[in-house]
């Protein structure tokens, strides 16, 4: 039999999750019996904890798997297929993978394995795409247009977020960046799985492009005129993204943390203290550039802060260290004891808006934060949660 392969792709934030849950539950309602490789670049899969644990799961962490843990992704589907026969696997890319090397990827192995690349399927944050549309620049934004780029499926998702024009104006952008892929509209990424399950013939027509494609990408500005009068959306600060400003287009670091791959779901280390992954650039691809035009950039300086709590905490103290997160810090999730509440919540921070959902998790996991973001102040958000642990300690 041959496993289809769905991969997910999207910016940090913009909703793969969302959707892998729907995939996941749909799949398992008709008795189907999915596997999942969760990338994250951080050292903690918070994720993959909240996924049913009848899921089989591979987790690829510290790195990303477009570069510094592409040699495992084969690896990891291999043994997916061997030890458990899925019906299908989802592959969850990291926020910040260029979508491209994880199609190559996955087009080499199944040269080698009985697997079909069904669909890549690129999620986007409508709202924060409009925003960085305004600009015309960062790496961010390049990566975003390499996402858009490279998929079969386009998912415009967080649709509640924006006003109607906005949408239309961002499907108009998507549109000309990908004339291929079919595109829907959704809020929490709902959507009719017929939608996302047929193989659509856009990936045999994108993945011969997609090279071509990237090539061109750090010189393409596109013709439609950013004349965008109305003001963003009430829900979010008009705060601009001014970090981007680096001419790459993969958002993965290379961490000092050895690469983890962890064949159960528990994902989380022992430690209880907080860690940071220190990142450093890394030329690996820039040496390819001869071979893929522009793709393959020096990467950008991601950053990751990960706090383990020895202490339960305020809630409102920790809500308002949120709110306050500086511009540089643009995904934050964590699972979190307070010191006010009866319940465990899981919070999630993205693009300036803020979630916290009570929890009552199956399996032990810390209390653990993740800060993503580039070039802020890991230091000043560790003290700051200290200084929230002292305090719910009574210290
Ligand atoms: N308002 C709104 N929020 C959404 C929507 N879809 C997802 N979210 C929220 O956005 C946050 C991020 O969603 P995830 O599904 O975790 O995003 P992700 O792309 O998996 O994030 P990373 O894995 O960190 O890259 C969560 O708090 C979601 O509840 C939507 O359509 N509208």
């Known amino acids: 039999m041959t496993v289809p ?44 904890m909240m996924l049913d644990g009848d899921v089989a799961m591979a987790e690829l962490l510290s790195g990303c798997i477009c570069c510094s843990n592409r040699a495992d992704l084969g690896m990891e589907l291999y043994n ?31 040269l080698y394995h009985r697997m079909e690349l069904r669909n890549l399927i690129t999620v986007v944050d409508v ?24 998929a079969s499926i386009l998912i415009m998702n967080k649709s509640d977020l924006v006003q109607p024009q906005q949408l239309a104006q961002v499907q108009d952008i998507a549109r000309r960046w990908n004339p291929y892929a079919p595109m829907y509209s959704t809020v929490r990424c709902e959507l009719d799985r017929a939608l996302y399950e047929e193989a659509h013939p856009s990936l ?28 963003p959306s009430e829900s979010y600060t008009s705060e601009s993204h001014a970090h981007d400003t680096h001419d790459e287009h993969c958002g993965c670091h290379s961490s000092s943390v050895a690469n983890t791959t962890h064949s159960d779901s528990s994902g989380v280390s022992a430690e209880s203290t907080s ?22 950039h020096s990467h950008e300086h991601v950053m990751v802060y990960t706090h383990y709590f020895e202490q339960p905490i305020n809630s409102e103290a920790f809500e308002r260290l ?7 810090v643009y995904r934050a999730k964590g699972i979190l004891t307070f010191s006010d509440t009866n319940s465990r919540f899981l919070f999630q921070y993205a693009y300036q808006q803020s979630d916290f959902m009570k929890i009552t998790p199956q399996k032990e996991v810390p209390d653990v934060a993740v800060f993503i973001g580039e070039h802020f102040d890991k230091r000043h958000i560790q003290e700051q949660l200290q200084l929230l642990e002292q305090q719910g300690a009574g210290l």
């Open 322 to 328: 949120i709110a306050n997160l500086p511009s540089e």
């Open 204 to 231: 045999a027509a994108n993945s011969a492009e997609q090279h071509e494609a990237a090539s061109i990408l750090s010189t393409s500005t596109d013709a439609l005129t950013a004349n965008n009068t109305q003001s």
């Open 275 to 296: 860690s940071e992954a220190p990142v450093h650039e890394h030329n690996r691809h820039a040496n390819d550039d001869h071979s893929h035009g522009q793709l393959h």
């Open 80 to 110: 997916l297929i061997q030890s458990g026969e899925p019906d299908v696997i989802v592959i969850e890319a990291s926020g910040v993978a260029n979508p491209v090397e994880i199609l190559d990827a996955v087009t080499e192995i199944s």
């Open 127 to 150: 709202m924060h795409l409009w925003e960085l549309y305004e600009q015309q620049q960062g790496k961010t934004y390049r990566l975003m247009q390499e996402q858009i780029r490279a």
């Open 5 to 48: 392969i769905y991969i997910l792709s999207g910016f940090l934030g913009s909703g793969k999750t969302t959707l892998l849950q729907q995939m996941l539950e749909n799949w398992k309602a008709e008795g189907k019996m999915p596997a999942v490789v969760m990338n994250e670049i951080g050292d903690v899969n918070l994720d993959g």
